[in-house]
């Protein structure tokens, strides 16, 4: 095995150590590089093909994640119990790698190239998201594959006292009110150019705000853009010093050999811009999207037939002459903005289209919101649910549960296309990840609202950025629904325009400016704080002061947006919508749980059967938690009582007259129950209005009503019981019951008592005289009589009769001993 190469250096401002080691593990692949950050550690390769695939038209990068359960000690939790598609955890680490590591090849590299990081160790403490960019950066400055790095990333999260936290752990990134991801290059002049972007508040971050946090601001995000450059350097550093110590123990890095793969050539170009700019000029400003298209194809096709035909300049070129005419549609786009500061649709660069909004556009929904800016139009819809539909998540991140679910769908009838429609791709899901992101600080916790939310957004037409659209479109549908957020979210797509030196920032981009332009920074706030931002650059990178300027541009478009959304619903609806279910909760004692649950089950099962609420049971290790909902609130409030007359049951009254109902029936007396979750004993003697009761079951059933009266309520709270009248007709003969009976009733037929003696003397006579029989009631009726006084005449009845009457009542314990034999 060949010795490993290892360099590490300490993270400044932590007691933290980033280490990068390769030749242990996978000596075959052209570059790898294991990270590691305290016990998170990270195996990321990088390997290239020796040639482009026929007909290549764009360069196929793959970045792939696999997250190996045993890395945290897990098993996984599926049916296989083995590792399946990827989590949503490790699809947004793939494009979370993706996003800087694609800018930096060179133009024209078309070799297929695939990136994977495998998670070794995950300790459950420190993510391994930011690890895996720093680790592809070392392994193709290693690998020989042509890679303009290396690249530094850091994590740093925004603490409560207002400082930024460098490589947080998950506990200080919860405790902030703020993280955020920067990727960056270092520059010749030694500053960092910022490639990759991404944040987002946290979840508790309004509350820490409530209590004195300082609120991020565009001021904080852009001392954060300065802050990061120490440690995205360190990172820069360390790298280049694992290629040099590889360079000195193996020799130089063979650099592989790639032929560049040209859409055009300088020769078609140049005849195509002579040809089509004239034709191109007025195409571009025509600002609807489809007439656009129209137009620029109408251009693309003219340019064809002139050079491609059998007389034309480049005969058989039609693939290079068309994307020739697209390069001169980007430069005629980009000359117009940088020399006369107008867009493709006749706006300055600052300018937003038309915005509109809506709320319940769909009357069955929980919330719903549709909104529209320009020719992008995205709907929202909310679900609310028990807090039972929270989603499990089986990641190697701590956290194993989401309340918060937010999906995105963007079918290609979206652009007026056709394409398979199915399961969600990456981007679907990254999309869907921004507008959680955006929104998630302003949904109130599960202690304040203890529903389960589920948010949907449905692209419906698409020309700009459609997520900042479901950032918005999911605001107005919480608040249609009546969800207690704080304020209203909007967001903002910007661009940008790089040339010679120039920096035009655009405000509210089209698909056609985020396509041809160097920049896709999305921004999403309230009116006095930034929820989310998103940052992907197609060039070596972006001065921090030109984001810092961007970011203030974006301010004023998320204001005038969150004027329209305000004006079309200003503050969250005052109760939930009627079709959505009422939720309660109730906090209970530990020990109070199995009470309220019951026997597998049987007392909250019959609590939903009688009032129709869904009731969910959870504890938080120092409390139980009940939560009840129902369609209609009198069925949630109707279960509350239940439940809260179980855990402190209403105490009776001495002297007061209950009607109650027998719920047991023992030797000495029956238990009956006069308010819920409280019983009291009607002793045997006190059944009879003074004349002697020989069992109890002569004289009462089960489940049958009886009016008492409350004679004494002991320190234990142990309640005792008088009939109001004389059970049995005052001659133990019988008692009513639910049934029907009656005093009238005919009194069952009884054996004579000398059958029944000879029936229990029965064993003796076979003459088995080896057997002894021993009881145990003697003893047990002491026990009885010592705590709860005189038990009244005793039964001449015997033991085993009893016992079998008790059974034909449908239950009691029979309240004598059993019978055991010894020999």
């Not at 997250?67 to 979370?96: N, V």
């Not at 002049?189 to 946290?202: N, P, Q, Y």
């Not at 008088?722 to 639910?738: A, E, N």
């Not at 009194?747 to 059958?755: G, L, N, Q, V, W």
Request: charged letters at 25%; a negative charge; proline letters at 5%.
């Amino acid at each position: 095995m060949a010795e490993a190469i290892s360099v590490s250096g300490p993270i400044s401002g932590t007691d933290k150590t980033l280490t990068f080691e390769t030749g242990k593990f996978a000596p075959q692949s052209m570059g790898a590089v294991v990270a590691t950050i305290a016990g998170t550690k990270v195996l990321t390769t990088a390997n290239s093909a020796k040639s482009v695939r026929e007909g290549m038209d764009f360069f196929p990068l793959t970045v792939d994640v696999e997250e190996r359960a045993y890395a945290a000690g897990k098993i996984p939790g599926s049916f296989f119990r083995r590792e399946g598609r990827p989590t949503e955890d490790a699809i947004l680490t793939c494009r979370l790698t993706d996003r800087p590591l694609r800018p930096s090849f060179p133009d024209g590299f078309r070799n297929e190239t695939q990136v994977v990081t495998t998670v070794l160790g995950a300790d459950q403490v420190n993510p391994h998201d930011v690890l895996s960019i720093n680790a592809a950066s070392a392994a193709l400055m290693i690998s020989g594959i042509p890679f303009d790095g290396p690249l530094g990333t850091v994590r740093m999260a925004y603490s409560q006292e207002g400082e930024w936290i460098p490589h947080p752990t998950f506990e200080e990134a919860e405790n902030g009110t703020f993280e955020i991801v920067i990727a960056g290059r270092e520059l010749d002049d030694g500053d960092v150019a910022v490639m990759m972007v991404e944040a987002g508040g946290s979840e508790n971050a309004f509350y820490y705000y409530e209590d004195g946090a300082k609120k991020v601001t565009e001021e904080v995000l852009g001392d954060a853009l300065q802050a990061c450059k120490v440690w995205i350097k360190e990172s820069i550093a360390l790298q280049r010093e694992l290629r040099e110590k590889v360079v000195a123990a193996n020799g130089e890095i063979e650099e592989m050999k790639w032929t560049p793969v040209l859409d055009f050539t300088p020769e078609i170009f140049d005849a195509v811009e002579k040809f089509s700019t004239e034709a191109m000029k007025p195409a571009v400003k025509i600002s609807a999207k489809s007439e656009r298209n129209a137009a620029v194809d109408a251009v693309t096709a003219d340019a064809v037939d002139h050079f491609c035909g059998d007389d034309g300049e480049f005969p058989g070129q039609n693939k290079m002459v068309k994307e020739a005419v697209r390069s001169l549609m980007k430069k005629v786009m980009r000359r117009r903005v940088l020399d006369e500061g107008i867009r493709i649709d006749g706006r300055k660069p600052a300018d937003l289209r038309e915005i509109t909004a809506e709320v319940g556009v769909l009357p069955t929904a929980h919330g719903s919101g549709l909104f529209q800016r320009g020719e992008t139009q995205v709907m929202n819809v909310l679900t609310l649910a028990m807090p039972r539909m929270n989603q499990m998540i089986d990641s190697l991140n701590p956290n194993n549960e989401k309340r918060y679910l937010h999906h995105y769908n963007m079918p290609p009838w979206a652009n007026g296309e056709t394409g398979r429609v199915g399961s969600p791709k990456r981007r679907e899901i990254g999309h869907g990840a921004l507008a959680a992101r955006a929104v998630l600080p302003v949904i109130p916790n599960q202690e304040d609202f203890a529903y389960t939310l589920r948010l949907v957004s449905e692209v419906m037409a698409s020309n700009g950025s459609t997520s900042m659209g479901s950032v918005c479109s999911s605001s107005l549908s919480l608040m249609d629904a009546g969800v207690p957020v704080r304020s209203h979210v909007s967001g903002i797509a910007m661009g940008l325009i790089h040339e010679d030196g120039k920096y035009v920032t655009l405000t509210d981009i089209l698909g056609a400016e985020d396509a041809m332009g160097d920049m896709d920074f999305k921004v999403a706030g309230t009116e006095d704080a930034i929820t989310a931002l998103q940052l992907d650059t197609k060039i070596d990178g972006i001065p921090a002061d030109v984001l810092s300027e961007a970011l203030a541009q974006a301010r004023v478009a998320r204001l005038e947006i969150l004027d329209v959304m305000n004006e079309c619903l200003p503050a969250t609806r005052d109760e939930i919508a009627e079709t959505a279910p009422k939720i309660s909760t109730i906090y209970i004692p530990m020990d109070k749980i199995g009470e309220v649950i019951g026997p597998k089950g049987k007392i909250i099962n019959t609590i939903q059967q009688e009032t129709g609420a869904d009731i969910g049971v959870d504890d938080d290790g120092a409390r139980g938690i009940v939560t009840i909902g129902a369609v209609e609130a009198w069925r949630m409030e109707e279960a509350k009582t239940a439940i809260l007359n179980i855990v402190d049951p209403p105490k009776a009254e001495l002297g007061e007259v209950y009607m109650g109902r027998v719920v047991n029936i023992t030797n000495f007396g029956a238990f009956v129950n006069i308010l819920p979750g409280r019983d009291g004993l009607v002793h045997i003697s006190k059944m009879g209005g003074g004349k002697r009761i020989n069992a109890v079951e002569d004289v009462l059933e089960l489940g049958q009503q009886i009016e008492v009266k409350v004679d004494e309520i002991d320190d234990k709270g142990k309640v005792s019981l008088t009939p109001t009248s004389p059970l049995g007709g005052g001659d133990g003969g019988g008692g009513s019951s639910d049934s029907g009976s009656s005093d009238d009733a005919p009194k069952r037929e009884r054996a004579p008592r000398r059958d029944r003696e000879e029936r229990t003397e029965a064993p003796e006579a076979s003459g088995d005289s080896d057997i002894e029989t021993v009881s145990f009631e003697d003893s047990f009726d002491a026990d009885l009589e010592a705590d709860l006084g005189d038990l009244g005449p005793k039964s001449e009845r015997p033991k085993a009769d009893r016992d079998n009457g008790n059974r034909r009542g449908g239950g009691g314990n029979g309240g004598g001993g059993s019978r055991r034999r010894h020999r």
